[in-house]
């Protein structure tokens, strides 16, 4: 999109002004870009999945919280998760040092921790990282009371550490500045999806069955045009 400015573009602007450069580095914005795919990259190995289960990515895990990492986590369901094994994925490793770290009971961080392999895979898409923060956004405003989001950064940057072999100053730079870009679109809409949501619950309260009819099946036309694969998760009944 035109007047979308893709993240790239951002790094620079993040960085302008503040005296900083990163040494060797040609051409910045793909630099980071890089050092970010590269840690993504770094746990798809045999050894960040086990023969015979699944084959999520680095930052996806084994698929289920809590997975085989050590440490604990409080769950959404108010279940810890404990292991001794070493962790050897992000999200196990994530789990591991929140524990650590006093965050084990910061439910919120499961959400963030679920919605991460989306937002970094679609790091360069700007138009669906601004979706994936939106949608994290949505999730996060179930949640009552303040949320420090510069915890997850603490852990996430604490993990990476732990899992990148070759971790540097531009792995650092790149991914406190994907981190930033983050928790600024999720700071922009905190407090917007209830009041959103307490606006939409009255309109709708105000029309009539016909009316509602008429919304119900122009919101579906226009969603499965949009995106066609969505019908695909929608049961027909007979």
Same mark, same amino acid.
């Given at each position: ?12 602007? &993040? ?7 990163? !040494?060797?580095? &040609? ?80 439910? @919120? ?6 919605? @991460? ?14 979706? !994936? ?33 070759? @971790? ?8 406190? @500045? ?18 959103? !949501? ?33 019908? &695909? ?6």
């Amino acid at each position: 999109r035109a007047n979308n400015k893709s993240l790239e573009d951002e790094v620079l602007d &993040d960085t302008e002004g503040e005296g900083e450069e990163l !040494e060797g580095q &040609d051409g910045g914005d793909n630099a980071l870009l890089a050092a970010v795919a590269e840690a993504n990259a770094a746990g798809q190995d045999g050894k960040a999945n086990k023969a015979g289960k699944n084959k999520a990515s680095f930052f996806a895990g084994n698929g289920a919280a809590g997975g085989e990492g050590a440490g604990s986590m409080m769950g959404a369901d108010g279940k810890d998760f404990k292991n001794t094994s070493v962790p050897k994925n992000y999200q196990d490793m994530f789990l591991f040092n929140a524990a650590v770290m006093g965050f084990g009971s910061r439910v @919120w961080m499961q959400e963030v921790l679920a919605a @991460w392999d989306n937002i970094v895979s679609n790091a360069s898409n700007s138009y669906r990282f601004a979706e !994936e923060c939106d949608v994290l956004a949505l999730r996060l405003a179930r949640f009552k009371g303040a949320i420090a989001l510069s915890e997850y950064k603490s852990v996430m940057l604490a993990s990476l550490r732990s899992l990148v072999k070759d @971790w540097g100053s531009l792995h650092e730079v790149s991914w406190a @500045w994907l981190w930033e870009n983050v928790e600024r679109k999720l700071k922009t809409l905190a407090g917007k999806p209830l009041k959103q !949501e307490a606006a939409l619950s009255a309109f709708l309260a105000s029309l009539d069955e016909d009316a509602l009819l008429f919304v119900r099946r122009e919101v579906y036309t226009k969603f499965f045009a949009i995106a066609p694969n969505g019908q &695909d998760y929608f049961k027909q009944s007979t």
